[in-house]
């Protein structure tokens, strides 16, 4: 096996220019040998993996064609843990430009894939894959679970840092940040990047305590965090990364790092909310911890049928409420959908309320009844039903009522977030916003804001959370769906989805949008996923990675590139 030391001096000899007009792709003359790919994967002890699309294995002009396994690949599309085990699938095939999906009668094509995969179960491993890649002009990406809606975890010609297999999570029952005089006093657990949510909480839920995380079991904590990371406890405890107390990091240049408030407190910063593939990579996270609570759940199944616009009425109502849940602290996350019949529209509202108050379902239950009874009282053609339901712990609760919609299609996300003063001020432009943006394809107004989130204070005093969760109480989710392989409906399709979220960046233009749910092609994606921490973000970018080893769209800092076709060059 080659020495690092040795394999650094021959990707040095063989550097090509940061400053070279595009990233080396195979073919070029930058592109490595394959006997510098065999040497690389001897410094790795054998953890560079060569990958083939997973789809291959349903096309017969692809050496790894298999009938028997397509079935099974094809079977397996749809599930969360098939992409996040395979090196290189991502959930959604949009984010590989469908080049090799599981159907036969589709194209496959391995471009829409990185070239080499780095299967990391060390920080040392990644740390050699970016040296690599920045000495040879590559361009890097990193994949965790591929649960990314931007597409930032995969890219054609690049190579590939998979952190699934860095496993390892430990507890504590204080926690001393490294390098910091004082120990700060709360639980914590110490968590590897491999593992994803539902990890988490089974391990945490052992401790009799839990983390602030999402609704979905397979989202990887590395992605989740440096976006910010929502949660239903958000209410009471504020975003994921407002509870990160420190990081392990391999920074541009391949250097270990610890960060927290008294190490390198400017990635501290940046890696809580700055967005991921941008400052570096995250190997390990030091959480807080919270005693489990008892979740009391209210199941809402609303139904209206009108051919009027008084079903809008009553959905913007319901929003005008959604401030006063949210300062008792209660979340939810309905979903909105318009069924139209002749002349009629059949509105449904469902979805889970939750409360972790320790007065349970009675509390929850009579922050409702005033809700519902002026819903009866108003719109008497509205039928309501709903269950309540009581659950000892968190991760109970979870198991129950996580999101299940599966991946393995063509889906774009579009969002905006809305503050208090404007659910509750001019109810004319709430209706005609919220009729306009949830009236078609319908929609996910997820109730997530609180006192949690409005008075956090971070370790070290902020973070890169956007500055607009801080009065945030309704993030709104749209969505676009279209065929494979369909370029027609795709730009039909995303249109609309953006008409529709024009509505709302009108009705609140100074507010924005959450990072790792919404529009790739956010307009000033700067302003909407950052605001004014932007500036602050870019300088940091700017001093890690001066040579743009990372990059990715949207990321902060990625204005002198842009892809070209299968390139990615400078501008």
Not at 235 to 247: F, I, P, S
Not at 395 to 421: C, E, I, K, M
Request: hydrophobic share 35%; net charge neutral; glycine share 10%.
């Amino acid at each position: 096996m080659l020495s690092l030391f040795k394999f650094l001096v021959l990707g040095a000899i063989s550097f090509t220019s940061v400053n070279a007009k595009c990233k080396a792709i195979p073919g070029s003359a930058g592109w490595p040998s394959s006997a510098r790919w065999n040497a690389l994967n001897q410094t790795l002890g054998g953890q560079l993996i060569k990958p083939t699309p997973p789809g291959a294995v349903c096309h017969s002009d692809q050496p790894t064609y298999n009938n028997a396994t397509c079935a099974v690949v094809a079977q397996q599309w749809s599930t969360y843990t098939f992409h996040t085990n395979n090196p290189v699938s991502t959930d959604w095939d949009n984010t590989n430009n469908d080049t090799c999906l599981p159907d036969p009668a589709q194209p496959c094509s391995p471009i829409g894939y990185p070239v080499y995969v780095v299967n990391a179960t060390t920080p040392e491993h990644v740390a050699v894959g970016v040296k690599f890649a920045a000495a040879n002009n590559i361009r890097l990406i990193v994949k965790g679970t591929g649960h990314d809606y931007m597409g930032r975890s995969v890219s054609p010609n690049s190579l590939s840092i998979w952190t699934h297999n860095i496993r390892g999570i430990n507890f504590h029952d204080a926690f001393q940040p490294q390098g910091c005089k004082r120990s700060t006093p709360t639980t914590a657990v110490t968590a590897a990047a491999g593992h994803n949510l539902i990890d988490l909480y089974a391990a945490t839920d052992s401790h009799n305590s839990t983390i602030v995380g999402g609704m979905e079991a397979t989202v990887g904590i590395g992605g989740y965090l440096t976006g910010g990371g929502h949660s239903p406890l958000s209410t009471a405890y504020g975003m994921a990364a407002d509870n990160v107390l420190e990081l392990t990091i391999i920074t541009p240049s391949g250097s270990k790092l610890t960060v927290n408030e008294c190490q390198h407190p400017d990635l501290f910063y940046a890696f809580r909310g700055g967005g991921g593939s941008t400052f570096g990579v995250m190997t390990h996270v030091t959480l807080k911890t919270y005693p489990t609570p008892q979740v009391a759940v209210l199941s809402l199944q609303l139904t209206m049928t009108s051919a009027t616009d008084d079903i809008w009425d009553m959905v913007a109502y319901i929003f005008t409420q959604f401030p006063y849940l949210s300062n008792k602290t209660i979340s939810a996350d309905p979903q909105i959908a318009p069924i139209p019949s002749g002349n009629a529209t059949t509105l449904y509202f469902i979805g889970n309320f939750r409360s972790i108050s320790p007065q349970g379902v009675p509390y929850l239950s009579a922050a409702m009844q005033p809700i519902f009874s002026h819903i009866q009282s108003t719109w008497p053609a509205a039928n309501i039903n709903y269950t309540t339901t009581s659950y000892p712990t968190w991760y109970s609760h979870f198991l129950v009522t996580q999101f299940t919609r599966g991946p393995g299609y063509n889906f774009r996300l579009g969002s905006r977030l809305l503050d208090a003063p404007t659910l509750t001020g001019n109810l004319t432009a709430l209706t005609s916003a919220v009729k306009g943006f949830c009236g078609g394809l319908g929609c996910g107004p997820l109730l997530l804001g609180g006192k949690g989130i409005w008075d956090a204070v971070p370790r070290g005093g902020s973070d890169a959370v956007l500055p607009a969760w801080r009065k945030t109480v309704v993030h709104f989710i749209t969505g676009a769906v279209w065929p494979a392989n369909s370029p027609a409906a795709e730009a039909t399709a995303v249109a609309a989805m953006e008409q529709r979220v024009t509505i709302l960046r009108d009705l609140l233009p100074n507010s924005g949008a959450y990072i790792n749910e919404a529009n790739r092609d956010e307009p000033d994606f700067q302003q909407a996923f950052w605001g004014t921490n932007y500036p602050k973000l870019a300088a940091i970018k700017k001093a890690y990675d001066p040579n743009d080893v990372f990059w990715c769209h949207p990321c902060v800092g990625n204005e002198g590139w842009q892809e070209v076709g299968n390139k990615l060059c400078t501008v």
